[in-house]
């Protein structure tokens, strides 16, 4: 599969690379089961095609779903406890918070009409299984699309075996031109063109490619194996050497069905086929999750017998051969293994009894990486690590569960574990870290530097986490500790981490004599990194609450100073963050502004919620200083979403919320309950990145008045539905509370949306929504709406 997004309507699902061969009937079957039953698993041997069958499929339907079609790999995820953060991140649902995250699944599932794909379910099956069956029952518009070399059992799953692809009778003569009719045969015709342009499939040579193709069982992925070598071999010498040399496996799956075992010979013989060092590489290759580069590669791969200048060599002869899968990432190309070739190439590793060498060069490699952007975190490359770092989390995973599984190398993985606060705080990656963090110190209890790190990194995530009670034990342990055994750095950490805690705990004195400590502390070691920033960023924070606004401003400058001098980004949009702040309490509304947006900008390009929801606050609140009450209204909505993924509501805290709510009396004082109601609500149904474009705006006015006359621009039947928009329904609850088709309700939206010239489902509400304002025919918003 192919890393671009399918277009058309929301959802992730992956592109395909290559033409989609002979499954138009499996195609119309999956269709037809996905329109009566809510979990369809694709079942049959590795090979067979399951993934390009449930991603073409998904594609054809996901007009049926507008909450659209997602797709989630899970053939990289090793541990059943990461399922549902795996398939929360593959939707692109964030969460910050402490809460189960099979709840937060739940939550987010339960009033959408969705398609999901489980793919590769086979190592997780009891875990799939379990995970599909509690989200049926709370989610009554989700389907399931699974693949898998098994059932999940669970009631109400359809299943439908993918076959391999059709072949021609071995004892029939073929007709001229008779190979288009097979698939097997159309699918070795194209590969075979791809790799040789010449080649081509003709009344001549057509017996050969049916033999070569009968001899593989009309399996896609064997047959595309296979396929390469016309580059190399005659089609004569190729169905020859698959007809009498192309032995069924020894070793392995002896006992398995026959489709199992003719892939795996496959396999085998394009194994077999390469050279002694490329079998090597694909052996080791095998450790890594989700993709690797040039550099990875030779890192982790090349040794004395594979010597790291001959990598990329190898590598071009791998992807030539089919094995390997190159993809562009920006300038640079990535490498993957489909899953069958890394499952036969971790069983060679196995074999070659060096599993554990190479997996120990891998977690050395990703931590030397993770090592390297801490340390460059503090600079102007903040962006590229964030990217970078996202981009190998599969790899980061697969190194941190080696380090708990092994006994012998949890203590590294406290290291790897702590070095990575930088992408658990700073990236909005907390629910993993936190869940990685517990892991490693569970597995290495005794004391030492490591453990330390690991306390209070732990702690400063629960701290963002909303988890006051747990953040305090951790940190209060590693304050203890290392006063005992004197880490002045890991005391400096720990005190200013419990200073955050008694900020957001409303003992505003002690905070501010806690930070004024770790700042000591941290000049005392020559301490200067953006955790340092924060702690006077913090204390200026302190400073605002009780009054003293200089000392805040004075201490955000400092911090804003240093931050631009080292070209940092992530904390030094909290500075500004803090200036605007004190600008709104000084009554400078405009600087205010200008500050929250680009603190917003910034925290935006770090994927980190709690920035942009603090900022957006700031927003709020500024416009309804400035009487801005529709904005200020529509922020507070923003807002008031994007909390429930990151924690408490301006973290529980009396001083932190006391603006809030301020802005919330007036607002709705000044707009009246209802108005306040559905502006707030219209804010609340923005997606996270329509409220950042919201709050960026600053060309929308006080009272945006629909263009054209609403009267003449809705008939009667187009209002209704408006009118059933604005209540929140979707178009089937729309068809039936109207008494019409689901597809004519559809015609309708679609009609509204033309007519009235916005893009979405919230912006027609907003629409009537302002109509309301206004009255007239249209303004009539529903009483539950207006409560």
Same mark, same amino acid.
């Given at each position: 599969?192919?890393?671009?997004?399918?277009?058309?309507?929301?959802?992730?699902?992956?592109?395909?690379?290559?033409?989609?061969?002979?499954?138009?009937?499996?195609?119309?079957?999956?269709?037809?089961?996905?329109?009566?039953?809510?979990?369809?698993?694709?079942?049959?041997?590795?090979?067979?095609?399951?993934?390009?069958?449930?991603?073409?499929?998904?594609?054809?339907?996901?007009?049926?779903?507008?909450?659209?079609?997602?797709? %989630?790999?899970? +053939?990289? =995820? /090793?541990?059943?406890?990461?399922?549902?953060?795996?398939? *929360?991140? $593959?939707?692109? @649902? !964030?969460?910050?918070?402490?809460?189960?995250?099979?709840?937060?699944?739940?939550?987010?599932?339960?009033?959408?009409?969705?398609?999901?794909?489980?793919?590769?379910?086979?190592?997780?099956?009891?875990?799939?299984?379990?995970?599909?069956?509690?989200?049926?029952?709370?989610?009554?518009?989700?389907?399931?699309?699974?693949?898998?070399?098994?059932?999940?059992?669970?009631?109400?799953?359809?299943?439908?075996?993918?076959?391999?692809?059709?072949?021609?009778?071995?004892?029939?003569?073929?007709?001229?031109?008779?190979?288009?009719?097979?698939?097997?045969?159309?699918?070795?015709?194209?590969?075979?063109?791809?790799?040789?342009?010449?080649?081509?499939?003709?009344?001549?040579?057509?017996?050969? %490619?049916?033999? +070569?193709? =009968? /001899?593989?069982?009309?399996?896609?992925?064997?047959?595309? *194996?296979? $396929?390469?070598? @016309? !580059?190399?071999?005659?089609?004569?010498?190729?169905?020859?050497?698959?007809?009498?040399?192309?032995?069924?496996?020894?070793?392995?799956?002896?006992?398995?069905?026959?489709?199992?075992?003719?892939?795996?010979?496959?396999?085998?013989?394009?194994?077999?086929?390469?050279?002694?060092?490329?079998?090597?590489?694909?052996?080791?290759?095998?450790?890594?999750?989700?993709?690797?580069?040039?550099?990875?590669?030779?890192?982790?791969?090349?040794?004395?017998?594979?010597?790291?200048?001959?990598?990329?060599?190898?590598?071009?002869?791998?992807?030539?051969?089919?094995?390997?899968?190159?993809?562009?990432?920006?300038?640079?190309?990535?490498?993957?293994?489909?899953?069958?070739?890394?499952?036969?190439?971790?069983?060679?590793?196995?074999?070659?009894?060096?599993?554990?060498?190479?997996?120990?060069?891998?977690?050395?490699?990703?931590?030397?990486?993770?090592?390297?952007?801490?340390?460059?975190?503090?600079?102007?490359?903040?962006?590229?690590?964030?990217?970078?770092?996202?981009?190998?989390?599969?790899?980061?995973?697969?190194?941190?569960?080696?380090?708990?599984?092994?006994?012998?190398?949890?203590?590294?993985?406290?290291?790897?574990?702590?070095?990575?606060?930088?992408?658990?705080?700073?990236?909005?990656?907390?629910?993993?870290?936190?869940?990685?963090?517990?892991?490693?110190?569970?597995?290495?209890?005794?004391?030492?530097?490591?453990?330390?790190?690991?306390?209070?990194?732990?702690?400063?995530?629960?701290?963002?986490?909303?988890?006051?009670?747990?953040?305090?034990?951790?940190?209060?342990?590693?304050?203890?500790?290392?006063?005992?055994?004197?880490?002045?750095?890991?005391?400096?950490?720990?005190?200013?981490?419990?200073?955050?805690?008694?900020?957001?705990?409303?003992?505003?004195?002690?905070?501010?004599?806690?930070?004024?400590?770790?700042?000591?502390?941290?000049?005392?070691?020559?301490?200067?990194?953006?955790?340092?920033?924060?702690?006077?960023?913090?204390?200026?924070?302190?400073?605002?609450?009780?009054?003293?606004?200089?000392?805040?401003?004075?201490?955000?400058?400092?911090?804003?100073?240093?931050?631009?001098?080292?070209?940092?980004?992530?904390?030094?949009?909290?500075?500004?963050?803090?200036?605007?702040?004190?600008?709104?309490?000084?009554?400078?509304?405009?600087?205010?502004?200008?500050?929250?947006?680009?603190?917003?900008?910034?925290?935006?390009?770090?994927?980190?919620?709690?920035?942009?929801?603090?900022?957006?606050?700031?927003?709020?609140?500024?416009?309804?200083?400035?009487?801005?009450?529709?904005?200020?209204?529509?922020?507070?909505?923003?807002?008031?979403?994007?909390?429930?993924?990151?924690?408490?509501?301006?973290?529980?805290?009396?001083?932190?919320?006391?603006?809030?709510?301020?802005?919330?009396?007036?607002?709705?004082?000044?707009?009246?309950?209802?108005?306040?109601?559905?502006?707030?609500?219209?804010?609340?149904?923005?997606?996270?990145?329509?409220?950042?474009?919201?709050?960026?705006?600053?060309?929308?006015?006080?009272?945006?008045?629909?263009?054209?006359?609403?009267?003449?621009?809705?008939?009667?039947?187009?209002?209704?539905?408006?009118?059933?928009?604005?209540?929140?329904?979707?178009?089937?609850?729309?068809?039936?509370?109207?008494?019409?088709?689901?597809?004519?309700?559809?015609?309708?939206?679609?009609?509204?949306?033309?007519?009235?010239?916005?893009?979405?489902?919230?912006?027609?509400?907003?629409?009537?929504?302002?109509?309301?304002?206004?009255?007239?025919?249209?303004?009539?918003?529903?009483?539950?709406?207006?409560?």
């Amino acid at each position: 599969m192919g890393s671009a997004a399918v277009t058309g309507g929301p959802g992730n699902l992956p592109a395909g690379t290559t033409s989609f061969v002979g499954r138009e009937k499996d195609v119309t079957e999956v269709e037809r089961l996905l329109s009566k039953a809510r979990l369809v698993t694709l079942t049959g041997v590795g090979g067979v095609g399951k993934t390009r069958l449930a991603v073409q499929s998904a594609a054809l339907l996901r007009h049926a779903f507008p909450d659209g079609a997602w797709f %989630v790999e899970l +053939a990289d =995820l /090793s541990d059943p406890a990461l399922l549902a953060h795996t398939v *929360l991140e $593959a939707l692109s @649902v !964030r969460d910050d918070t402490d809460r189960e995250k099979a709840g937060v699944l739940a939550d987010h599932l339960r009033e959408r009409r969705i398609l999901v794909i489980l793919d590769n379910c086979e190592h997780l099956i009891e875990a799939c299984a379990a995970s599909a069956d509690a989200l049926l029952r709370a989610a009554p518009g989700l389907r399931f699309l699974a693949t898998s070399r098994e059932r999940l059992g669970i009631p109400g799953e359809h299943l439908w075996q993918v076959a391999p692809l059709s072949l021609p009778d071995p004892l029939v003569p073929l007709l001229p031109e008779a190979w288009r009719a097979y698939p097997a045969m159309t699918l070795f015709a194209e590969r075979a063109a791809a790799i040789e342009p010449g080649f081509a499939v003709t009344d001549e040579n057509q017996d050969l %490619v049916a033999r +070569a193709c =009968l /001899s593989l069982a009309g399996i896609p992925l064997a047959i595309e *194996l296979a $396929a390469v070598r @016309v !580059r190399l071999l005659s089609l004569v010498e190729l169905a020859t050497r698959l007809e009498g040399g192309f032995p069924l496996p020894a070793r392995g799956e002896r006992g398995g069905p026959p489709r199992h075992r003719t892939l795996l010979a496959a396999v085998e013989w394009s194994h077999d086929l390469c050279g002694p060092a490329e079998r090597l590489l694909w052996a080791r290759a095998s450790v890594f999750g989700g993709g690797f580069t040039l550099c990875a590669a030779e890192a982790v791969c090349a040794d004395g017998g594979l010597p790291a200048g001959s990598v990329l060599g190898h590598l071009a002869e791998l992807v030539d051969k089919s094995v390997l899968l190159c993809e562009r990432d920006g300038d640079k190309a990535r490498y993957r293994l489909l899953e069958p070739l890394r499952q036969y190439g971790r069983a060679r590793l196995q074999d070659l009894g060096d599993e554990d060498v190479v997996r120990r060069r891998h977690r050395d490699y990703y931590l030397a990486q993770a090592e390297r952007s801490e340390k460059e975190w503090f600079g102007p490359k903040q962006a590229e690590i964030f990217a970078r770092t996202r981009l190998e989390h599969a790899n980061l995973r697969a190194a941190l569960e080696f380090c708990v599984a092994t006994p012998s190398e949890a203590v590294i993985g406290l290291k790897l574990a702590a070095t990575l606060w930088f992408y658990w705080a700073g990236c909005g990656v907390l629910a993993e870290g936190r869940y990685w963090l517990d892991r490693v110190l569970e597995a290495a209890p005794e004391p030492g530097e490591g453990r330390l790190k690991a306390l209070w990194v732990n702690g400063y995530v629960s701290t963002l986490q909303g988890d006051v009670p747990r953040a305090v034990t951790l940190l209060g342990e590693c304050r203890k500790q290392a006063g005992e055994v004197g880490d002045e750095a890991a005391l400096a950490y720990a005190v200013h981490r419990l200073g955050c805690n008694a900020l957001i705990g409303d003992d505003i004195g002690y905070a501010k004599e806690l930070f004024d400590e770790a700042r000591t502390r941290y000049r005392r070691l020559g301490e200067m990194n953006g955790n340092v920033l924060l702690a006077g960023i913090e204390m200026a924070i302190a400073a605002m609450f009780l009054g003293e606004l200089d000392e805040a401003a004075a201490l955000c400058d400092e911090a804003r100073a240093v931050g631009a001098a080292h070209g940092e980004e992530w904390a030094y949009a909290y500075a500004i963050y803090v200036l605007a702040l004190v600008s709104l309490h000084r009554g400078e509304f405009d600087v205010a502004i200008g500050c929250a947006r680009d603190c917003l900008r910034i925290k935006r390009t770090f994927d980190d919620l709690l920035g942009m929801v603090l900022a957006i606050e700031v927003l709020a609140w500024t416009e309804a200083a400035l009487r801005h009450w529709v904005r200020s209204a529509t922020l507070l909505g923003c807002a008031r979403r994007i909390w429930r993924s990151v924690g408490y509501p301006m973290f529980g805290s009396r001083y932190f919320g006391a603006p809030h709510g301020e802005c919330e009396a007036r607002t709705r004082e000044a707009l009246g309950a209802g108005r306040y109601a559905a502006l707030s609500r219209r804010g609340g149904e923005f997606t996270l990145d329509e409220a950042v474009t919201y709050a960026l705006d600053d060309t929308e006015t006080e009272d945006i008045a629909p263009t054209g006359d609403i009267e003449t621009v809705l008939t009667d039947r187009e209002h209704e539905v408006a009118v059933l928009i604005t209540e929140g329904l979707s178009n089937r609850e729309i068809a039936g509370r109207l008494v019409i088709s689901r597809r004519t309700a559809e015609g309708h939206v679609h009609r509204i949306l033309r007519k009235l010239g916005v893009d979405s489902r919230a912006r027609i509400a907003a629409w009537m929504i302002q109509a309301a304002v206004r009255g007239g025919r249209n303004g009539r918003i529903p009483q539950d709406r207006q409560e």
